[in-house]
């Protein structure tokens, strides 16, 4: 019987090739047949590992979760950017790799991501999700998230909405 050790921790601009083959797993799976393909390969090429490298080496919040020794899944996260919404803090990306979907870890990214938002005096916050997503909008309703906002995005042609869950302190 062997032992895995499944880790959170803050992420170093050494794990940044990690975090764009991780990025580019869980966008290819969450949104192949929502964003259109040619758009969806654009936002994907756009965050290889220089653009990772150096958001981390500039202070971005990345939380990893590591399962042994490899890289499961990432949190992204920081101030509301949103003025429009009076929460003070908000996740702005939450993926795992598609092999590491539905075991619990994007709850427990979840939560060391929010707690990490708490201890900065973050203590109520939001995410957005697309709609068509529906493994994330299943995903943050079952964390609690209420719907409190809704928006959309142009993907080239194509216009996708999106909503907004909260959490207060």
């Given at each position: 019987m062997s032992t895995v050790l499944i880790e959170i921790r803050r992420a170093k601009p050494a794990d940044a090739e990690a975090v764009a083959a991780t990025h580019d797993a869980a966008w290819r799976t969450s949104y192949r047949g929502i964003i259109p393909g040619p758009e969806l390969e654009k936002l994907i090429s756009r965050r290889g590992p220089g653009w990772w490298e150096n958001a981390?080496?500039?202070?971005?919040?990345?939380?990893?979760?590591?399962f042994g020794d490899r890289i499961a899944g990432y949190a992204n996260y920081g101030r509301n950017r949103a003025r429009s919404l009076y929460y003070d803090g908000e996740i702005y990306e939450l993926y795992l790799r598609p092999e590491f979907q539905g075991l619990?870890?994007?709850?427990?990214?979840?939560?060391?991501?929010?707690?990490?938002?708490?201890?900065?005096?973050?203590?109520?916050?939001?995410?957005?999700?697309?709609s068509d997503n529906e493994n994330a909008v299943g995903f943050y309703r079952n964390l609690g998230g209420r719907a409190v906002a809704r928006s959309s995005e142009r993907f080239g042609g194509k216009v996708l909405d999106k909503v907004a869950y909260a959490w207060q302190g």
């Amino acid at each position: 019987m062997s032992t895995v050790l499944i880790e959170i921790r803050r992420a170093k601009p050494a794990d940044a090739e990690a975090v764009a083959a991780t990025h580019d797993a869980a966008w290819r799976t969450s949104y192949r047949g929502i964003i259109p393909g040619p758009e969806l390969e654009k936002l994907i090429s756009r965050r290889g590992p220089g653009w990772w490298e150096n958001a981390i080496a500039k202070g971005s919040r990345v939380a990893l979760l590591g399962f042994g020794d490899r890289i499961a899944g990432y949190a992204n996260y920081g101030r509301n950017r949103a003025r429009s919404l009076y929460y003070d803090g908000e996740i702005y990306e939450l993926y795992l790799r598609p092999e590491f979907q539905g075991l619990g870890f994007g709850r427990k990214l979840f939560q060391a991501a929010r707690r990490d938002l708490g201890q900065s005096g973050m203590s109520s916050l939001v995410v957005w999700a697309l709609s068509d997503n529906e493994n994330a909008v299943g995903f943050y309703r079952n964390l609690g998230g209420r719907a409190v906002a809704r928006s959309s995005e142009r993907f080239g042609g194509k216009v996708l909405d999106k909503v907004a869950y909260a959490w207060q302190g």
